[in-house]
């Protein structure tokens, strides 16, 4: 079946360390996606791709990496930079010049202890 | 003031009521207005999308676009326990440029009490 696969769906991480979570994609998009969602704040844009090696800042990169060096995948780094670092953390996919239709994963939630 | 404004709730309901959802906005140059459903602990999925002012059904939900007043709302008839989740409203500015211009509400979570 065609989708998006998150992993770990549950990380729990030290304050000063890096952590990096899994996207994959077999549904043949271009565009891929990271929003951090939290209680009472709603979706918010982290990065994004259109390309294979292209990507864009969100509206709160700060303290996130990211690479796209295949279609199909889409990692996320959280580094320490990061200062609230603990969310659920949501990658999606759509078709390039898409009307916004995204296709989500079902989500990591990282909590930093 | 948030491009996107939604009623967060929590919206309790009892088994076979009709349940309004709605968001307004403030930029009247969105477009495309969706409506995504939410599971705990779940990635949001589609549930509907429209284009223009009026209604557009598909089974026991309606979505209802008013351009004019800025508003759309999300109608559940018959509702079921199966329809507890949270529900996000979405809208994007022009469509064909990708989901870095998709705005999303806050969510409005339901709970239908058998």
């Known amino acids: 079946d065609g989708g998006i696969t998150q992993s770990p769906k549950y990380l729990f991480r030290k304050e000063g360390q890096n952590v990096t979570l899994s996207c994959e994609q077999n549904?043949?998009?271009?565009?891929m996606y990271w929003y951090r969602q939290d209680p009472g704040q709603g979706l918010r844009l982290i990065y994004y791709?259109?390309?294979?090696?292209?990507?864009q800042k969100g509206d709160i990169a700060e303290g996130y990496s990211v690479s796209r060096e295949k279609k199909e995948s889409f990692p996320l780094t959280v580094t320490s930079a990061q200062k609230n670092p603990t969310a659920f953390y949501l990658c999606?996919?759509?078709?390039?010049?898409?009307?916004?239709?995204?296709?989500f994963g079902e989500g990591s939630r990282l909590t930093v202890l | 003031q948030k491009e996107v404004e939604q009623d967060p709730g929590p919206l309790s309901v009892p088994e076979g009521a009709i349940v309004s959802l709605n968001c307004t906005y403030s930029?009247?140059?969105?477009?495309?207005f969706m409506w995504y459903r939410q599971y705990s602990r779940k990635g949001p999925e589609l549930l509907m999308y429209?284009?223009?002012?009026g209604n557009k059904e598909d089974g026991r939900f309606t979505a209802q676009v008013d351009k004019s007043s800025k508003y759309i709302s999300l109608f559940i008839r018959d509702s079921q326990p199966s329809d507890s989740a949270t529900y996000l409203c979405?809208?994007?500015?022009?469509?064909?440029?990708?989901?870095?211009?998709?705005?999303f509400g806050t969510g409005t979570r339901l709970t239908v009490i058998p």
């Open positions: 930029n009247s140059a969105f477009q495309y």
């Open positions: 429209t284009y223009s002012s």
């Open positions: 791709s259109q390309i294979v090696n292209d990507f």
């Open positions: 999606a996919s759509t078709l390039q010049g898409n009307t916004g239709e995204l296709f």
């Open positions: 549904l043949n998009h271009d565009a």
């Open positions: 979405a809208m994007i500015l022009r469509p064909g440029t990708g989901a870095n211009n998709l705005f």
